[in-house]
């Protein structure tokens, strides 16, 4: 099985890179590309679950710091 944890952290890399995309240069983004790229070949290649990774990354975007370190201690 799939490291949970591993699978959350893929998420919280992909939702800033995902922001930093959106605010970035023109001339930035090709890097930022990059990087989202490498995330998404990671979950191909390793085969996770990608609904639970979708759900990782809103999961994310509502947490406080406090339920972010909370729920890393949840995981496998």
Request: hydrophobic content about 35%; charged content about 35%; overall charge negative.
């Given at each position: 099985m799939k490291?949970?944890?591993?699978?959350?952290?893929?998420a919280r890399?992909?939702?800033g890179l995902n922001d930093e995309?959106?605010?970035?240069?023109?001339?930035?983004?090709?890097?930022?590309k990059e990087g989202l790229e490498g995330?998404?070949?990671t979950?191909?290649?390793k085969g996770y679950d990608v609904d639970k990774f979708a759900y990782f990354?809103?999961?994310?975007?509502?947490?406080t710091i406090g339920e972010y370190f909370e729920f890393i201690k949840t995981l496998e």
């Open positions: 490291s949970d944890k591993e699978l959350f952290k893929l890399l992909y939702v995309f959106e605010k970035a240069y023109d001339y930035e983004r090709d890097e930022i995330i998404r070949n979950l191909l290649t990354q809103q999961l994310y975007k509502t947490m």
